[in-house]
């Protein structure tokens, strides 16, 4: 019997988890001789454990979950069209129905001249599928030279060998040959812990103005594109400065330099727009989409390009693609997610209701002694820790211990929240009412007051000198 019920018992899963199976992003020593959480269902923005725990998910997955979990219609969607068409490819020629669907409704809801839609299974593969496109583009415009992309520090695009070169997430690179050449990184717009005495604003206009220290280097003539997400998201819920993207797009203009705009976090809801992009008013040739375009039901990502780069890329063969580009079941479930949140509202509820009660609830926890600010972004935030908050202070001893110890008080207290380093993240279903808001509040409350205990019992409250 291949099939594992629920009924056998938490520590003999985690023993059959711990012989076979291999963690992203995970030690798995550490991990086996802690036992791995189980979870066994999910409804709304609640998870149940294999203990029958009920864990508040304020990180939505892994951003994900934008219309919370167990919603009926999408199994009943996908049921359906595994009935009717479970897979076909959309090479040699061919398309089918929800491929065409959904290219259509994405074409519909993103801005500008984006009407063109190459599908993926994963942001990390479209990212892929960006580099390929934006060397293409150039190559078949009689300029292949014009092939380096230019990315920031502490951005996240995925993991793959391409998408994770694109990123700047330096333990990354660390492993397996990371960054391939062609890619280089700029310094991030974190003004909270990188600003020093500067304003926001003067701080945004800097760091904006080392990409065309960057291109000017390179040669304008070299450089292919700058992708970027419009909020950090992995990075720390990074909201920029609001000089930055301004500056950062006529920066491309002037140099002829494509723009890339990850929306994969930020995509379809979680700024209370559909797009970052629109949030931030950036105007990008390309959108890097996947995770709340199916709210994580299926897997499925894309990017979403301009009419130009379409048209350059379609007088050509593109030889690049993947054997789920499309698939028609994580197709159909994509356009059901899309239903949901255009029927129901719910970016509107973001907008007047659920961001605004979560704005209210930051700010309680920003009164908190660890607190040293809030970032935030619609339903995106984070809170940095600090021992000194007038000065922004870094803690001493090593970067995220701090954010660590948070961590583990927040599943204790049955709350998923995240850490980045020593900043606490959150990034909770789009659907989370004002009275779950409340709920978050005291179980964050009470992470962060048994945090404060533990670093006042065990003399860590210092600041780095």
């Known amino acids: 019997m291949s099939q594992i019920t629920n009924h056998l018992p938490t520590a003999e899963l985690q023993a059959l988890d711990a012989a076979h199976h291999l963690h992203p992003f995970t030690t798995g020593k550490d991990l086996a001789a802690k036992g791995a ?9 609640f998870l149940t454990d294999s203990e029958g725990n009920e864990i508040l998910d304020a990180m939505a997955g892994l951003w994900c979950v934008n219309i919370g979990y167990g919603r009926p219609e999408m199994g009943e969607v996908a ?14 020629q061919t398309t089918h129905v929800p491929g065409i669907a959904l290219a259509r409704e994405l074409a519909a ?116 594109a700058f992708i970027a997400e419009p909020v950090q998201g992995a990075g720390g819920v990074i909201v920029p400065p609001s000089t930055y993207w301004p500056e950062i797009q006529r920066i491309c203009r002037k140099h002829d330099v494509l723009l890339i705009a990850d929306e994969v976090i930020c995509g379809f809801g979680r700024t209370g727009n559909w797009f970052g992009s629109e949030t931030l008013e950036i105007t990008p040739d390309i959108m890097t989409v996947a995770k709340g375009l199916s709210s994580g039901y299926a897997p499925i990502g894309g990017s979403i390009v301009s009419d130009e780069i379409a048209e350059v890329i379609n007088a050509t063969e593109f030889n690049h693609g993947y054997t789920y580009s499309g698939h028609p079941v994580c197709a159909a479930v994509a356009l059901e997610n899309l239903r949901i949140l255009k029927e129901e509202n719910v970016l509107t509820h973001v907008r007047e209701v659920a961001a605004p009660a979560l704005g209210r609830a930051l700010e309680t926890l920003n009164e908190h002694p660890l607190v040293g600010g809030v970032n935030v972004s619609g339903m995106m935030a984070s809170l940095p820790l600090t021992p000194h908050k007038e000065s922004r202070a870094k803690f001493a001893g090593n970067a995220g211990d701090v954010g660590y110890i948070c961590r583990e008080h927040c599943f204790a207290n049955n709350l998923v929240m995240r850490h980045v380093g020593d900043r606490m993240i959150i990034s909770p279903p789009l ?24 670093l006042k019992e065990k003399d860590l409250l210092k600041a780095a000198s």
């Open 79 to 92: 049921a359906r069209q595994m009935s009717e068409l479970p897979y076909y490819n959309t090479f040699f």
């Open 109 to 224: 809801l993103a801005p500008g001249n984006l009407n063109h839609v190459f599908f993926a299974g994963s942001g990390s593969e479209a990212n892929d599928t960006n580099l390929r496109m934006v060397r293409t583009y150039w190559a078949e415009k009689g300029q292949p030279q014009k092939s380096h992309v230019i990315s920031r520090k502490n951005g996240y695009h995925g993991s793959s060998m391409g998408s994770g070169s694109l990123g700047g997430m330096s333990y990354m690179h660390a492993q397996g040959g990371m960054p391939i050449p062609g890619i280089h990184h700029i310094e991030q717009p974190d003004w909270w812990a990188e600003g020093g005495d500067q304003s926001p604003e003067e701080f945004g206009l800097a760091r904006a103005r080392l990409l065309e220290e960057k291109i000017e280097e390179l040669g304008a003539e070299n450089v292919a």
């Open 431 to 454: 659907v989370i009412t004002p009275e779950e808001i409340e709920v978050f509040t005291k179980r964050a409350q009470a992470a962060l007051d048994a945090t404060y205990r533990d």
């Open 37 to 45: 959480r189980v979870i066994t269902r999910a409804k709304g923005i």
